[in-house]
T-cell receptor
């Protein structure tokens, strides 16, 4: 069964460093998303991406964040200068239609020291 | 602003019991609602998607209902098993292609 994959599973970085989180969505999906979950809190939306552009972003998704689909399979989230409060589990999701199910990856646990 | 609330926050039941998890949302203008399961430290597994035009959706021992006008959804689990132990999340979507807004989850423990 097709699934969303994410790498790495755990990333530890120093405050101020850049990190890139990678996702491979399900192959025929067109809609892509990033969410995050700070420990003990709700899952929060960051950004949605369709047709090679951002379709919606939250107030969390400031200038420090960017997304890219560099080729036909990968979808990346970059954080330019990480802060302590960026420590969270980051989930990538994809969907085949605009109103269909969103399928989530296993997540990348980001720890900023 | 849409708020999604799940009650109870935690639930412990003996194996074999039928149970209901509740989800409420403040803005009834939703396109659909999705139920997920999350195991500790893991990703989200989609269980059911129920469109705003539907009243119910079933998958195996799971049945989700939706009452859009009252801003409520329930997830019914029949004949619970220890393997059902996990956190269950509901999430609503307002617009096409748009974000899911999540509740905080109900942590379910099914005791053998």
């Amino acid at each position: 069964e097709p699934e969303v994959t994410q790498t790495p599973s755990h990333q530890v970085t120093q405050m101020g460093q850049e990190v890139i989180l990678r996702c491979v969505p399900i192959s025929n999906h067109l809609y892509f998303y990033w969410y995050r979950q700070i420990l003990g809190q709700k899952v929060e939306f960051l950004v949605s991406f369709y047709n090679n552009e951002i379709s919606e972003k939250s107030e969390i998704f400031d200038d420090q964040f960017s997304v890219e689909r560099p080729d036909g399979s990968n979808f990346t989230l970059k954080i330019r200068s990480t802060k302590l409060e960026d420590s969270a589990m980051y989930f990538c999701a994809s969907g085949s239609t605009s109103l269909g199910e969103q399928f989530f990856g296993p997540g990348t646990r980001l720890t900023v020291l | 602003k849409q708020e999604v609330t799940q009650i109870p926050a935690a639930l412990s039941v003996p194996e074999g019991e039928n149970l209901v998890l509740n989800c409420s949302f403040t803005d009834s203008a939703i396109y659909n609602l999705q139920w997920f399961r999350q195991d500790p430290g893991k990703g989200l597994t989609s269980l059911l998607l129920i469109q705003s035009s539907q009243r119910e959706q079933t998958s195996g021992r799971l049945n989700a209902s939706l009452d859009k006008s009252s801003g409520r959804s329930t997830l019914y689990i029949a004949a619970s098993q220890p393997g059902d132990s996990a956190t269950y999340l509901c999430a609503v979507r307002h617009n096409q292609g748009g974000k899911l807004i999540f509740g905080q989850g109900t942590e379910l423990s099914v005791k053998p």
